[in-house]
């Protein structure tokens, strides 16, 4: 019997057929379940920066959207407005209809002297309500799901080429006479090497925090993404300030 069973095509490719249903019902659910955590992540910062916008409005402020609204309201009653609105999670605004929750982040935007970005982008900000600005005073804007990498100013391994010889020499010659035996030529060769370390410590740019907020199948698809992105941002800051010869050096050492 059940070998007939398994030699009938029919019943073969109806199983096959289930197979195939349930593996594409699993995946759909997959896929739903991303979209809507990548959705949550991307509200959750409109919703926070919204919160506190609101609880810094002046009373002066309140009184002003009262005279430019067609209809009576009273300040009290836009105050009262302004009160539920700061009660909401990003929970909150997710459950929301479309128009509505468009309404409140471009309400957010124009607050802070901002247009809506375009579609697929957002600000980055230097705190709270303070949009980052870049060189020509303009807000800086940021491609969602991408890493945003920051480079920091600090003392850091910056020598030139002859130090670098130098330090190379001295740490492979205070080995050798080590090996030797020869315990004091060995520390004065490493108390030479380390106040030669010292000198060659300068202030330039390095690598500073990075911080990706992007669905999980993205992240697991390049984990070295942040890492190439803060090498490439470093790279071209200390080009632009005059230490073009040291990425070399960096780049023997790893930091690069």
């Known amino acids: 019997m059940l070998r007939d069973i398994f030699r009938n095509k029919w019943i073969l490719g109806g199983i096959a057929l289930l ?49 430019n609204r067609q209809d009576d309201a009273s300040p009290q009653t836009l105050a009262e407005e302004q009160e539920e609105t ?16 468009k309404s409140i982040f471009n309400s957010f935007y124009t607050q ?16 709270p309500g303070i949009p980052l600005l870049d060189e020509n005073g303009k807000p800086i804007l940021h491609k969602r799901h991408e890493p945003i990498v920051k480079l920091k100013t600090a003392k850091a ?6 130090e670098y010889e130098m330090l190379k020499a001295l740490d492979i010659e205070a080995g050798s006479q080590r090996v030797l035996g020869n315990t004091a030529k ?8 380390n106040q030669l370390y010292s000198e060659v410590m300068r202030e330039r740019p ?16 390049d984990p070295d993404k942040p890492d190439r992105i803060m090498k490439e941002k470093l790279r071209s800051a ?5 230490f073009s010869d040291l990425i070399p050096i960096l780049e023997e050492i790893g930091e690069l």
């Open 157 to 162: 391994f910056s020598p030139t080429a002859e």
């Open 206 to 221: 390095v690598a500073g925090r990075t911080i990706w907020v992007a669905p999980k199948s993205k992240k697991e698809s």
């Open 186 to 193: 060995a520390e004065q060769l490493e108390s030479e090497y």
């Open 19 to 67: 197979i195939i249903i349930a593996g594409g019902c699993y995946f759909y659910y997959q896929y739903t379940t991303a979209q809507y955590e990548k959705q949550a992540a991307e509200t959750a910062e409109f919703a926070r920066q919204w919160k506190i916008n609101q609880e810094s409005k002046t009373k002066n402020e309140v009184e002003r959207t009262s005279n």
């Open 112 to 127: 802070h002297g901002l247009k809506p970005p375009p579609r697929g982008y957002m600000y980055l900000w230097e705190r």
């Open 86 to 101: 700061k009660k909401l999670t990003h929970t909150d605004i997710m459950n929301l209809p479309l128009k509505q929750r």
């Open 238 to 242: 200390l080009i632009d300030q005059g």
